[in-house]
């Protein structure tokens, strides 16, 4: 393992010196490729160093200012017609969590990072709010799709580098700050969706830890 372990960051370290030093992409790409090959032979050895205990953070609870109560009135009949028919409540929102742990790498290399969920009723705003980075370092980038109930397939969003500020490894799933994209463009009918998280370049995988929909009334 150590042995695997010095090669994987020897080939890091090349790449960032590469880079540094205005090397072509293509050469850049060629050590891409063999670092992936390393990573993908590590894997096989043992699972990702993560700590994998999620729970939903407890949604603060809403301060209501209680009113004085006010002096009690004579019942009338106007009065007791009107307490019978009150307004319905206000609709909650609907929100999913999914806490499977996924991994959006080169295609052979992936696993789990689709996320599959139904809306039942949802509102006029819909959000996207997940936990993931680059799994030993933020050097990541891909896209994020969406699938919608006619079967249509949109680019809903993307990541990069700049949008994490520790590795997956060194925060660990409870310490990845949480992202959120606006996705009510795509969400519009009740019934199935999916999303994809799919790597397109970059050093590491995208290592995701927590996916959660919310949409408001």
């Not at 993908?40 to 609870?61: F, I, Q, S, Y």
Request: aromatic share 6%; charged share 30%.
């Amino acid at each position: 393992m150590d042995a695997i372990d010095d090669y994987i960051r020897e080939l890091t370290s090349l790449v960032y010196y590469m880079r540094g030093n205005s090397r072509s992409r293509e050469e850049i790409n060629a050590v891409r490729r063999e670092l992936r090959r390393a990573d993908e032979a590590r894997l096989g050895e043992m699972d990702l160093l993560l700590d994998v205990e999620e729970e939903a953070a407890p949604e603060k609870a809403a301060v209501r200012t209680e009113e004085a109560p006010a002096a009690e009135e004579p019942e009338t009949p106007a009065r007791k017609q009107a307490e019978t028919e009150t307004a319905p409540p206000p609709r909650e929102p609907e929100t999913v969590v999914m806490t499977t742990r996924g991994l959006a790498g080169a295609p052979d290399f992936s696993r789990n990072n689709v996320y599959a969920f139904t809306l039942k009723n949802p509102g006029s705003r819909t959000t996207l709010t997940y936990r993931a980075s680059g799994r030993r370092s933020t050097d990541t980038y891909g896209d994020i799709f969406m699938t919608t109930p006619d079967g249509k397939r949109h680019r809903a969003g993307k990541w990069q580098p700049d949008d994490f500020s520790e590795s997956a490894e060194e925060a660990g799933c409870k310490g990845l700050v949480p992202i959120t994209l606006d996705i009510s463009d795509y969400v519009s009918a009740p019934g199935p969706y999916a999303i994809e998280f799919r790597w397109n370049d970059g050093i590491d995988p995208l290592v995701i830890c927590r996916v959660k929909i919310k949409s408001l009334p």
